[in-house]
Antibody
Framework: EVQLVESGGGLVQPGGSLRLSCAASGFTFSDHYMDWVRQAPGKGLEWVGRTRNKANSYTTEYAASVKGRFTISRDDSKNSLYLQMNSLKTEDTAVYYC??????????WGQGTLVTVSS | EIVLTQSPGTLSLSPGERATLSCRASQSVSSSYLAWYQQKPGQAPRLLIYGASSRATGIPDRFSGSGSGTDFTLTISRLEPEDFAVYYCQQYGSSPRNTFGQGTRLEIK
């Protein structure tokens, strides 16, 4: 059974940093692209970024709203995905989901972890 | 950047009725990379349709997708009580990746 479990969310002050993790199981993690998607309270879904697999040189892409502040990384030996968030703003407050990326869209999602940016 | 606009914002229907949800793109989207998701309160999104018209694993056949170019449609043939939720379309072929529409809320009339 495919499982994605996010962790690391919490309350952080504006300008602060936070690192989210996503533990994957039930599939060959190293074969897959992985995405981060967020959802502000009461709002819609916003793609944050992607990391490709080793075969595609682990290249990353980011939404304009987070580029230069957020960094996606992965450790295939630990079946884990990470999101390093720096220079956080109040508008980054959201539930952050990790999701598996395929040619069929995002077919599996974690349950999400809440990040609150507030003083 | 491709912008996806969903309509209507809210759709009020009764169980047993047919639901038609629209997703319009600001420029042509490859049909291979258009998906639909369902999200219920407090839950992660669930993939329903990919490649504009292919049902994901385990999705009932009352859900169908169609369209090409800039106009796509999600149809639910006969609404079940569990179908009342928010629905999002997504394009995942053009940069920036994984653009989502703003969502359509399907509520019980």
């Amino acid at each position: 059974e495919v499982q994605l479990v996010e962790s690391g969310g919490g309350l952080v002050q504006p300008g602060g940093s936070l690192r989210l993790s996503c533990a994957a199981s039930g599939f060959t993690f190293s074969d897959h692209y992985m995405d981060w998607v967020r959802q502000a309270p009461g709002k819609g879904l916003e793609w944050v970024g992607r990391t490709r697999n080793k075969a595609n040189s682990y290249t990353t892409e980011y939404a304009a709203s987070v580029k230069g502040r957020f960094t996606i990384s992965r450790d295939d030996s630990k079946n884990s995905l990470y999101l390093q968030m720096n220079s956080l703003k109040t508008e980054d407050t959201a539930v952050y989901y990790c999701a598996r990326g395929t040619v069929a869209g995002n077919d599996y999602w974690g349950q999400g972890t809440l990040v609150t940016v507030s003083s | 950047e491709i912008v996806l606009t969903q309509s209507p914002g809210t759709l009020s229907l009764s169980p047993g009725e047919r639901a038609t949800l629209s997703c319009r793109a600001s420029q042509s989207v490859s049909s291979s990379y258009l998906a639909w998701y369902q999200q219920k309160p407090g839950q992660a999104p669930r993939l329903l349709i990919y490649g504009a018209s292919s049902r994901a694993t385990g999705i009932p056949d009352r859900f169908s997708g169609s369209g090409s170019g800039t106009d796509f449609t999600l149809t639910i043939s006969r609404l079940e009580p569990e179908d009342f939720a928010v629905y999002y379309c997504q394009q995942y072929g053009s940069s920036p990746r994984n653009t989502f529409g703003q969502g359509t809320r399907l509520e019980i009339k």
